[in-house]
């Protein structure tokens, strides 16, 4: 499987209201559903691309969150 580099793999909500959760994680690039709504949408969608090193960074991303809440897959 590709990999790319990873900044960064939280990101706020818009709505949170409206979705049920705070904060949405995205642990790979692109996708082959092609969703409307989709930010994946933009970057070459057929290929797949699993972002390097993406569970420690996701350790340190939610340590240093202040506020508590629900993380929905991306």
Known sequence: ME?????HLLQKTRSPARLGTEYNRDLYRGCCHDCIHCDSRSDDCDRVRAKENAIP???Q???AK????????G
Request: hydrophobic share 40%.
């Open 3 to 7: 990999t790319v580099p990873a900044k």
């Open 61 to 63: 991303e939610l340590a």
């Open 66 to 73: 202040r506020r508590t809440g629900v993380v929905s897959p």
């Open 57 to 59: 960074l996701l350790r």
